[in-house]
C-alpha cells in the first residue's frame, strides 16, 4: 500500500497528514485526491495506511481484520495496533519525513484511541502512555476527519465488500454493532474537539465531488495558516 509519488519537492519542508473516519467514510478515495492537490503545489508524497503500511505490518493486519479472530481480546488489539505502528513509524514515516517529503497516511493513532478506547473501553491514558513510549509520541501536523452517520457509513462500507472492492476477510470490525460504531464517530468528534488545531472536520455525508471541493479548501487554507498566503 505504502507508495511514492512526486519527485519535486520545491523546498518544503516535512509534513504529516493523517485520514481519520469510521468505516465507508471515503478516506480511501480522499487520499487520492488530497496528493494530487499537494503535487500541485511541489509538495513531494508519500502515501500510506495503518494497520499494513509495511510488509510485517500487512501480517499484522491480516490477524486484525481476519473475522474468525472474533475471540480477540481487546488488550491483544491494542498491541497488534501498536506494533504496526512501530514498525511504520521507525521504517516508513520517520525515514520519509527526515528526507523533508509529506507523509499521508489513512488513519493513525487517533483510530487506537478511538476504537480501542472510546469504542472497547480500554484506558485512553494507558493508550497514550504506549504512544509515547513505544512510538515517540509522533504527532500529524493535520487530522482530517471524515466524519458522517454510522448507518450511512456502515452501508457504503457493505456495498462495497459485496461489490468486491474490498476483501471479504477483513470484516472483523464491520461486523460490529451499530452501537459500536456510534461510539467510534462520538469519539472521534471528542479528540477533535480538544485539538482543534489539527483537527478538520468534513462532512463526508455528500457526494464524492462535494466532499473532494471541502478538502481542497480545507487543505489550501491549513497550507496558507502553516505558509503564509504567497507560499502555498
Ligand atoms: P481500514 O478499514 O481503514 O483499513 O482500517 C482497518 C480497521 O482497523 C478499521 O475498522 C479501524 C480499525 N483500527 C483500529 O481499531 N485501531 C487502529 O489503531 C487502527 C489504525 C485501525
Not at 503545489?41 to 502515501?47: A, L
Not at 480501542?116 to 485512553?124: E, H, S, T, V
Not at 504506549?130 to 458522517?148: A, E, G, M, N, S
Request: net charge neutral.
Amino acid at each position: 500500500m505504502a507508495r511514492a509519488t512526486g519527485n519535486r519537492n520545491n523546498g518544503h519542508t516535512d509534513m504529516f497528514i493523517t485520514l481519520e473516519g469510521i468505516e465507508g467514510a471515503g478516506k480511501t478515495t480522499q487520499l487520492k485526491n488530497i496528493v494530487a492537490i499537494l503535487e500541485v503545489k511541489g509538495y513531494e508524497c508519500v502515501t500510506s495506511r495503518e494497520p499494513g503500511g509495511t510488509a510485517i505490518g500487512a501480517q499484522i493486519r491480516r490477524i486484525l481484520l481476519d473475522p474468525q479472530n472474533s475471540a480477540m481480546d481487546a488488550g491483544t488489539e491494542l498491541l497488534l495496533y501498536m506494533a504496526d505502528r512501530v514498525q511504520h513509524i521507525r521504517s516508513f514515516i520517520k525515514p520519509h519525513l527526515s528526507a523533508g517529503r509529506t507523509v499521508l497516511c489513512d488513519r493513525f493513532f487517533d483510530a487506537t484511541l478511538v476504537y480501542q478506547g472510546y469504542a472497547r473501553g480500554l484506558d485512553k491514558e494507558l493508550i497514550r502512555t504506549l504512544h509515547r513510549l513505544v512510538c515517540d509520541d509522533l504527532q500529524p501536523d493535520l487530522t482530517l476527519l471524515f466524519d458522517l452517520a454510522p448507518e450511512v457509513g456502515l452501508a457504503r462500507a457493505w456495498l462495497q465488500i459485496n461489490n468486491g472492492g474490498r476483501t471479504g476477510l477483513e470484516t472483523r470490525f464491520e461486523q460490529e454493532q451499530l452501537v459500536f460504531h456510534r461510539k467510534v464517530r462520538d469519539g472521534y468528534l471528542d479528540l477533535a474537539n480538544r485539538e482543534p488545531a489539527r483537527f478538520r472536520i468534513i462532512d463526508a455525508g455528500r457526494d464524492e465531488a462535494s466532499v473532494t471541493r471541502a478538502v481542497e479548501k480545507v487543505l489550501l487554507s491549513f497550507l496558507n495558516e502553516r505558509n503564509g498566503p504567497n507560499q502555498l
